[in-house]
């Protein structure tokens, strides 16, 4: 039951976050300004605007042309995963696991705005907008 609950939020939340999105980019152009390494700017969680992320939660994050991303956290650890484009409805959904973790609710040149949302409770960056800038 619990994790029915849980499933159900998490849909729920990613359909949210999908309303909202305004990437009207062409795959190729996408492609241009997503595929780089970017590095946490700021995050707002609950409202509060955070301007140095805790060493749990504080990343880069890498895309790739081949579809594939790689965040790496300050403590060491490297994740893995998916970004996926839906032109028609224009959006970026991150996934990991089979799971979406998160979803790109805006990229331009100079900023990358991902709202991270995953049913995981150890997760630091669970519930977090993150403001990314280029490297």
């Keep these: 039951m619990k994790k029915i609950i849980i499933a159900l939020g998490l849909v729920i939340g990613v359909s949210t976050s999908i309303i909202s999105q305004n990437i009207y980019l ?19 969680m609950s409202g509060l605007t955070i301007k140095k992320l805790a060493v749990n939660a504080d990343f880069e994050i890498e895309f790739n042309l081949d579809g594939t991303f790689e965040i790496y956290k300050e403590t060491g650890e490297v994740r893995e995963g998916l970004w996926l ?46 403001f990314l800038k280029p490297l």
């Design 26 to 44: 062409k795959k190729t152009e996408l492609d241009k300004v997503l595929c780089k390494n970017w590095d946490v700017d700021h995050a707002i």
């Design 85 to 130: 484009f839906n032109s028609k409805k224009h959006y970026v959904v991150l996934v990991e696991n089979d799971e979406p973790i998160g979803i790109v609710k805006s990229c331009r040149k100079g900023i990358l705005d991902i709202q991270f949302s995953s049913e995981k409770d150890d997760s630091a960056i669970a519930n977090l907008e993150v």
